[in-house]
């Protein structure tokens, strides 16, 4: 069934094209806001005779990744490529195993902008039975026209109130719930890795304490650096546990089913960006709270003859964080990039 949280309006418009649908489909949000969840159930019920009412062995084995006729192709590099492209018109070229109808899924399509015009060729004129659905987190400018081949549908933050309201279906404390979705931005799988995260109240902590920490020596910005990226490496423990029980569930069925189908390969490469992205989002995170710590300073500095050099010095900080967030943007080495900062703040 089509019912993802938070996101009542797109789940209303999969409903209604798995009706009638097209050759291809374009999901836009960000990320973590249900568009994989959506893009199964989307594939159950264009599979399932009973439209994927989540009750038949077809939806069941879609859910549980194991169908042949829903392919969903993770990317091995940073971006995919022309060898990507060739692969996925590989894979839509071939007839369906069990049906009449097969579902590729693209996951990060917005990282496609240098091979759009090898994949427009297969996406506006697939072979029949065969339906794209592309996942973005925005549409570059390169990708205007392969969106313009797809019906788009688009997917919000989820609102923190209904994360609140499953984290506390899920078994967590209330208020651990609220300061867990006011971190989480709208970003349901960020929020539950939160959640299961010892570490998570110690490490809005250390970040919010890091200007008292720089006392202007360079053993203080190397101390506290180590601790901030330790903090970010013990987040990633709640995530390489969620990831081997589903490696497990992945083994299981491979048991099961046969190899074919597993996708234990693919699984490893989501696993490895997982990773990656969730130490991104962390790092993200931290300097969000730190640039929270300098605007309060900035806030409660009164008088301005007294104060103008203090409230100069959080203006200064502010805009040399706000640097290395931007920076962030082209993959820096953290460590480099937090040391950095750290020395601009101290000076």
């Known amino acids: 069934m089509i019912d993802v949280l938070g996101q009542d309006r797109a789940s209303e418009q999969l409903r209604a094209a798995a009706r009638a649908p097209v050759h291809a489909y374009l999901f836009v949000g ?43 192709y993770e990317r091995e590099g940073a971006r995919l490529s ?16 069990e049906g009449v109808r097969k579902v590729i899924v693209i996951p990060d399509l917005d990282l496609a902008a240098q091979i759009a015009p090898a994949l427009l060729k297969t996406l506006e004129e697939p072979p029949p039975g065969t339906v794209f659905v592309g996942l973005a987190e925005h549409v570059p400018t390169e990708l205007v026209t392969i969106a313009s081949r797809c019906v788009r549908i688009d997917f919000r933050p989820i609102p923190s109130s209904l994360v609140v309201e499953a984290l506390v279906a899920d078994g967590v404390d209330e208020a651990r719930a609220r300061q867990v979705a006011e971190s ?3 970003n349901m799988d960020r929020a539950r890795l939160l959640a299961s995260d010892p570490g998570f109240v110690e490490r ?5 304490g890091a200007p008292d ?27 390489r546990a969620r990831q081997a029980a ?21 699984l490893a490469e989501r696993h490895k960006r997982e990773q990656r992205r969730i130490r991104t989002d962390e790092l993200r995170a931290g300097l969000a709270t730190l640039a929270g710590a ?54």
């Not at 569930?249 to 074919?260: I, K, L, P, T």
């Open 30 to 72: 960000p990320h973590g806001v249900g568009k994989r969840s959506a893009a199964r159930a989307f594939a159950a019920a264009l599979l399932c005779p009973e439209g994927g009412e989540d009750e038949c062995e077809i939806c069941r084995r879609v859910g549980e990744g194991a169908h042949p006729d829903v392919l969903v």
């Open 294 to 347: 300098y605007r309060d300073r900035l806030a409660t500095v009164a008088g301005p003859a007294s104060n103008a050099r203090s409230a100069a010095a959080s203006l200064r900080a502010l805009d040399a964080i706000a640097a290395a967030a931007e920076a962030m943007e082209r993959n820096p080495n953290e460590a480099l990039l937090l040391q950095a900062l750290l020395v601009r703040l101290t000076a």
């Open 213 to 239: 920490r720089l006392d202007g020596t360079g053993a203080a910005v190397a101390a506290l650096a180590d601790e901030l990226l330790a903090s970010i490496d013990g987040l990633v423990e709640p995530l």
């Open 184 to 186: 989480a931005g709208g």
């Open 246 to 266: 589903e490696q497990a569930e992945v083994e299981a069925r491979a048991e099961r089913y046969g190899e074919r189908g597993s996708g234990r390969k693919d």
């Open 204 to 208: 809005r902590r250390l970040w919010a």
């Open 82 to 97: 022309v060898g990507d492209a060739r692969e996925i018109t590989r894979l839509a070229l071939r007839s369906p195993v």
